[in-house]
């Protein structure tokens, strides 16, 4: 069974820093890509920024030049930093893992929070 699990959540305030951290643990042959999303209260989930095995990243508009995504293959975790952090960034966020194992599939962490105050 694959597990991922977010760390690094908090209330900061506005034009501060958080580094999110999602461990995955579990029997896996091999992490694909992994990325973070996020979902604020009344919207739906949105992508943030992804990172392929082979470290090509991607970000949404609205984060790029403030958040940067990287990922440890040995540690088998994906971090996201957080710069510059705006009020309309308050989310929950969400780890996402494209597995490769006996049940391979795409598995989600259970969240962290993120409190933008201004």
């Known amino acids: 069974q694959v597990q991922l699990v977010e760390s690094g959540g908090g209330l900061v305030q506005a034009g501060g820093s958080l580094r999110l951290s999602c461990a995955a643990s579990g029997r896996m042959f091999r992490i694909n890509a992994m990325g973070w999303y996020r979902q604020a209260p009344g919207k739906q989930r949105e992508f943030v920024a992804g990172i392929t095995s082979g470290g090509s990243t991607n970000y949404a508009d609205s984060v790029k030049g403030r958040f940067t995504i990287s990922r440890d293959n040995a540690k088998n975790t994906v971090y996201l930093q957080m710069n510059s952090l705006r009020p309309e960034d308050t989310a929950v966020y969400y780890c996402?893992?494209?597995?490769?194992?006996?049940?391979?599939?795409?598995?989600w962490g259970q969240g962290t929070q993120v409190t933008v105050s201004s």
């Open positions: 996402n893992a494209d597995v490769h194992a006996i049940a391979s599939g795409s598995y």
